[in-house]
């Protein structure tokens, strides 16, 4: 399925349970509401072929925005925090993704499907708990920059990339982690 940005993963689960008439859909990974793409779902059998996929490797294309924080990590959340980029090279982001890429560790976002305690940690963060995650294992196999632009006159850095990497991987937060290695420093 082309998944439209603004549905969820289990959108598009209900609209295929609709129209082939059958409870049994399931889906190979799930695509944040603003996401755009494939969407690989199962139907009755089909869907124990799921299990197969679920760990392949993914390849995404996105833009990363530098300069700005948001709640979700990603542009549909409230920007918590402005930082001008305008000293920011294309050295320094070059050298931070190269510092994502290979085996990492990476914290994902809070306001992620992941559950905490049986609670969806989006769920504990809409209702004002705050949660922290542990760092999970990802491969980042390649993470290309196909180019960079500043926007508002130099202040913020928009990246377009395309990442290949491991099954639980969150693109926004290595969104989130390009920012921070510059922002704080590291590059």
């Known amino acids: 399925m082309d998944k439209p940005q603004g549905w969820t993963s289990h959108d598009v689960v209900g609209r295929m349970r609709r129209l082939a008439g059958t409870r049994k859909v399931g889906h190979a ?4 509401p603003m996401a755009t793409g494939v ?3 199962g139907i009755n059998r089909a869907t ?3 299990t197969y996929i679920v760990g392949t490797s993914k390849t995404y294309t996105a833009t990363i925005r530098l ?5 979700t990590d990603d542009a549909e959340g409230e920007v918590t925090n402005e930082t001008i980029a305008a000293a920011v090279t294309e050295d320094a982001i070059r050298s931070a993704v190269a510092d994502l890429t290979g085996n990492i560790e990476q914290v994902p976002s809070s306001v992620s499907a992941i559950k905490v305690n049986g609670q969806r940690s989006y769920a504990r963060v809409r209702a004002g708990a ?3 995650l542990a760092a999970r294992p990802v491969t980042i196999h390649r993470f290309a920059i196909h180019d960079i632009r500043r926007e508002r006159g130099g202040k913020l850095l928009d990246v377009d990339v395309t990442v290949e990497c491991s099954s639980g991987t969150y693109i926004r937060a290595l969104a989130r982690d390009l920012g921070n ?3 704080l420093g590291d590059t």
């Open 39 to 41: 969407l690989v779902v």
């Open 67 to 71: 300069g700005q924080s948001t709640v």
């Open 181 to 183: 290695a510059w922002a």
């Open 130 to 132: 705050e949660v922290k």
């Open 29 to 32: 990974g799930t695509l944040d």
């Open 48 to 50: 124990r072929l799921l």
